[in-house]
């Protein structure tokens, strides 16, 4: 008897596939396509198996996609510029690009021994000049629209990096993550943006044509990412400094402006240093000032962060009430969000109660809650804010009103007044794209003297990045400090002239990489509109809940952007988007940083990769975590190699069996007992891919199935040898999507001379997955009374015949007159009496 050897089989079929370019595909109007892709991976060290479930799910789905007559396109590719690489360049004394082009020669490799389904030929890395050059073009095409930018803009300051940190490095409540002895600054230099918020209305809009292919959740982090707030803006003049322009505050809440007892602004507004100058506390609050300035409290630390500010001597006058006010600075209020001041209503805000109470501040009831007892602003511990409920109190004119009334009446008087308007406003921001750093796309600008800025003419992309720039992690970006990179000529009057030295943000890269994907070697345009066309929009997309805002949320603005520049038709890129869980170990995700990865490739070296992909799709549903486990990946390798022995028993007589030559009225028990069990599996294992994804639920029911077939043995006597061929070639088609190259050589051993890669997705045979008897639940008036086992497809008469000679039902029907019968065939009876 042969042994399975995973190892030898798995190398044979993936050369077979090559050589054959079976995974190869390009567009064929005369069939239905499918777009399954897995976010593109970042490469850096090695793949583990936390990884590869988010491949093996995708590759699921491409495989039986194909066997449904699907022209699928499955594409793999390199998220290879960003920090990351250049620090471990520093680091390991090298070069980015043979950093990363090492780590995606491991990373291919890895894939590529798990047998994962893609068209290799389609593959992209970020970082080559073949691909950014694109990055560019479509950044000048922007520049064009007014979609790019560049305006002074607060950043998180490494002095001792002397460069710009993204968010996520500043940590431990405000340190370099580099070095974790140097507090971060707060500066404003120039930075190179994206106008997001000119498509804010249509991202949020949008977000209704992805309702039912898109989790739930992930459409609701995108809606409050947006943050769509209607309010109004109202001007509060201040009461005792002459010639300063009136204060705007933005608030969703107008209703509650009488319980206004203090205007706060963020430190970098600009009326603060007007405020100070001459205010008798000047001194002392600037080196506040100063202090808060360098501080960083991130938009969505608002809610928690450590309230501080100071009161800058002046105040403002209420417009509604006339009363003076006054007029703070606050750390957690951010000039980038609203119009950098509020009007502090510590009794109904969250964050106003919380700095109002450290700092003193009055604390007024302006909406009293219905049917409780009246709230008093001294002594309440939270505040109050609801406003789908109450009354307005000590609010002037307005008392009695609901909030709802107040906000609709208090909008339209400030309007009439001349000191407020009703207006919308968005939390989302613009996209800046600059980063000081070398490893990233150039941004295609040049600074002229006598010209100023001036694009990149197209014909001069892409702008390469220098070979070999002095890498170091501290002063300049190293591109300014490239004299080659920099110097340039004005492509407009031939003097001399400088490059733009800042790259652009790896977002960018990943934006629009699926696009690429359908057309990967076009050197005259990012894709072929025609191909975008047919292979548009993604069918599903497989990835991690992390990037449910940033990365999602900028893929969709790209793909407005580019369907108004002609190039898509399309409003959304992605119909379907599925976030997998996580792989655990010990409890928490899987990390080199934790120590508690487990080597994919190493794990194919011992068990084989079919092993590993099955276990990752069998130990928990696809969208719940997964806790690894040594001892349930050697059962899934125990089962595998009961079915290659299984299959290596029988093959010898299979091979010259003819296929379906019997009705059911020939089979004799053994046999319709095993087409039956195989049947109703591949029924329910069919809806599992089509409809559920729960590939757990299919394998245990393929594992059922083998289970029925060795409880049957000896099959030799009693199971003709089609038979056996019919029951053991849908096993193997079963497993195909999940454990291809087994099922590849268990095809040929079963006689089949094509590959398993030619076969169609079979279909159920209704006549053998029926049931020769059912059990089903009898009622009596709504109450279930009992169970009957009764010949499957019996009539109702029948059925109710013999629901009234049983034991146990009987009973509940004597002396009673049946008036109505329910009856679902095979599913229930239902008698209603009286």
Request: with cysteine; aromatic share 10%.
């Amino acid at each position: 008897m042969a042994e399975y050897n995973p190892q030898s089989i798995e190398a044979r079929w993936q050369k077979r596939w090559e050589d054959a370019r079976v995974f190869e595909t390009e567009v064929d109007p005369a069939k239905p396509k499918y777009y399954v892709l897995e976010m593109l991976p970042y490469p850096s060290g090695t793949l583990h198996m936390g990884h590869m479930r988010n491949y093996a799910i995708g590759d699921v789905v491409a495989r039986v996609k194909r066997m449904r007559g699907f022209n699928v396109i499955h594409p793999m590719g390199w998220d290879a510029f960003g920090l990351p690489a250049e620090n471990a360049a520093i680091k390991n004394k090298t070069h980015p690009r043979d950093w990363t082009n090492v780590n995606i020669a491991e990373f291919q490799r890895t894939l590529r021994r798990f047998g994962f389904s893609y068209d290799w030929r389609r593959e992209i890395s970020t970082c080559e000049p073949e691909y950014y050059r694109w990055n560019q073009w479509f950044f000048l095409r922007m520049l064009e629209k007014g979609l790019a930018y560049k305006k002074k803009s607060r950043v998180n300051w490494c002095p001792k990096c002397c460069t710009v940190l993204a968010n996520e490095q500043v940590v431990n409540g405000g340190y370099c993550w580099r070095h974790e002895d140097t507090l971060v600054e707060v500066r404003e230099i120039e930075q190179w943006f994206l106008k997001t918020t000119a498509y804010a209305d249509q991202l949020l809009d949008d977000l209704k044509q992805l309702e039912g292919g898109w989790p739930d959740r992930v459409i609701t982090m995108q809606r409050n990412w947006i943050g769509k707030a209607q309010g109004a803006k109202v001007k509060f003049a201040v009461a005792d400094v002459a010639g300063v322009d009136p204060i705007e505050v933005f608030t969703t809440r107008i209703d509650t402006i009488y319980g206004a007892t203090a205007l706060i602004l963020a430190p970098n507004h600009p009326h603060v240093a007007k405020l100070l100058e001459g205010s008798p506390v000047r001194a002392q609050s600037e080196v506040t000032l100063a202090k808060l300035k360098k501080s960083s409290v991130k938009a969505e630390d608002v809610a928690t962060a450590e309230k501080e500010g100071f009161f800058t001597g002046r105040h403002a006058t209420n417009p509604f009430s006339g009363e003076r006010m006054p007029i703070w600075v606050g750390n957690f209020v951010l000039m980038e969000y609203g119009t950098g001041a509020i009007m502090a209503v510590p009794a109904h805000d969250e964050r106003d109660f919380e700095f109002c109470r450290k700092y003193g501040l009055p604390v007024r009831v302006v909406v009293q809650p219905d049917n409780v007892t009246p709230l008093d602003g001294a002594t309440i511990t939270e505040p109050f804010v609801e406003h789908q409920q109450g009354r307005l109190v000590s609010s002037g004119p307005y008392n009695g009103l609901s909030p709802e009334e107040a906000i609709a009446k208090m909008g339209a008087d400030a309007e009439a007044k001349g000191f407020g308007k009703r207006e919308t406003i968005f939390r989302l921001r613009d996209w800046g794209i600059s980063r000081q750093r070398y490893w990233g796309t150039p941004i295609p600008v040049i600074y002229c003297a006598k010209d100023g800025l001036v694009p990149v003419p197209d014909k001069d992309l892409p702008v390469v990045l220098p070979p070999n720039p002095k890498l170091t992690g501290e002063g300049e970006s190293p591109l300014a400090s490239t004299p080659e990179f920099v110097n340039t000529t004005c492509p407009k009057c031939g003097g001399p002239a400088r490059r733009e030295t800042d790259t652009m943000d790896t977002f960018v890269d990943s934006s629009w990489y699926f696009y690429r994907y359908c057309d990967p070697h076009n050197a005259a345009a990012p894709f072929d509109p025609t191909k975008i066309a047919y292979w548009f929009p993604i069918d599903q997309y497989i990835g991690g809940i992390t990037h449910a805002i940033l990365h999602l949320l900028y893929s969709r603005f790209w793909c407005k952007v580019m369907r108004d520049l002609g190039l898509v038709k399309h409003d959304e890129p992605i119909k379907r988007l599925f976030t997998q869980g996580m792989v655990l170990k010990g409890g928490t995700a899987m990390s080199k940083s934790k120590g508690n990865v487990v080597g994919a490739y190493e794990m194919a070296d011992k068990f084989g990769a079919d092993t590993g992909r099955l276990y990752t799709l069998f130990a928990a549903p696809p969208e719940k975590d997964l806790e690894w486990s040594e001892e349930s990946i050697e059962g899934a390798w125990r089962f595998l190699n009961r079915v290659f022995r299984l299959v290596d028993k029988h093959s010898e007589a299979i091979r010259g069996a003819s296929r379906g030559k019997y009705d059911g009225a020939s089979l004799n028990e053994k046999e319709k007992g095993l087409l039956r069990k195989a049947h109703q599996t591949l029924r329910r294992v069919t809806s599992d891919f089509e409809t559920r994804w729960h590939f757990n639920s299919a394998i245990a029911l393929v594992m059922e199935l083998t289970n029925e077939i060795y409880g049957a043995e000896p099959l030799e006597a009693s199971v003709r040898p089609e038979v056996r061929r019919e029951v053991l070639e849908l096993l193997t088609l079963m497993l195909a999507p999940m454990t291809p190259h087994l099922s590849e050589e268990l095809w040929e051993m079963l006689g089949h001379a094509d590959g398993l890669w030619k076969s169609s997705w079979p279909a159920h045979n209704e006549e053998f997955a029926r049931d020769d008897e059912v059990e089903i639940p009898v009622q009596v008036n709504g109450k279930v009374r009992g169970r009957l086992k009764i010949a499957a497809g019996a009539k109702e008469d029948a059925v109710v015949e013999i629901a009234q000679k049983d034991s146990t039902i009987a009973p509940h029907l004597n002396g009673k007159r049946v008036v109505k019968r329910i009856y679902v065939p095979d599913k229930l009876l239902n008698l209603v009496v009286a």
